[in-house]
Nanobody
Framework: QVQLVESGGGLVQAWGSLRLACAPS????????MGWFRQASGREREFVAA????????KYADSVKGRFTISRDNAKNTVYLQMNSLKTEDSAVYYCAAQGAYADWFTNKYDYWGQGTQVTVSS
């Protein structure tokens, strides 16, 4: 079982930047495709970004494309979400998620979830 912990959230001004990190507790992530999701107050949880096991492929929601970058450093066993040009509508709880080991990432099936980190963007 994969235990995930997010960090890096906080309060920032619009147009500012944050970098979120996702790290496991007790297991390597190198065999898992990874994703970031978010849930704003009063809204459904939505997909933000995903990255393949080796980091060679990524995908993004249209709402964050060009502003957010997902990356991973398997040597450090960490996945990142760099968020630039933040908008108030980016305010949400951000969740890190992992696919099953060796799963085909295009199935969009995530088996493991972190507890989330709050991102608040002020105008």
């Amino acid at each position: 079982q994969v235990q995930l912990v997010e960090s890096g959230g906080g309060l920032v001004q619009a147009w500012g930047s944050l970098r979120l990190a996702c790290a496991p507790s007790g297991r390597t992530l190198s065999t898992h495709g990874m994703g970031w999701f978010r849930q704003a107050s009063g809204r459904e949880r939505e997909f933000v970004a995903a990255i393949s096991r080796g980091g060679s492929s990524t995908k993004y929601a249209d709402s964050v494309k060009g502003r957010f970058t997902i990356s991973r450093d398997n040597a450090k066993n960490t996945v990142y979400l760099q968020m630039n040009s933040l908008k108030t509508e980016d305010s949400a709880v951000y969740y890190c998620a992992a696919q099953g080991a060796y799963a085909d990432w295009f199935t969009n099936k995530y088996d493991y979830w972190g507890q989330g980190t709050q991102v608040t963007v002020s105008s």
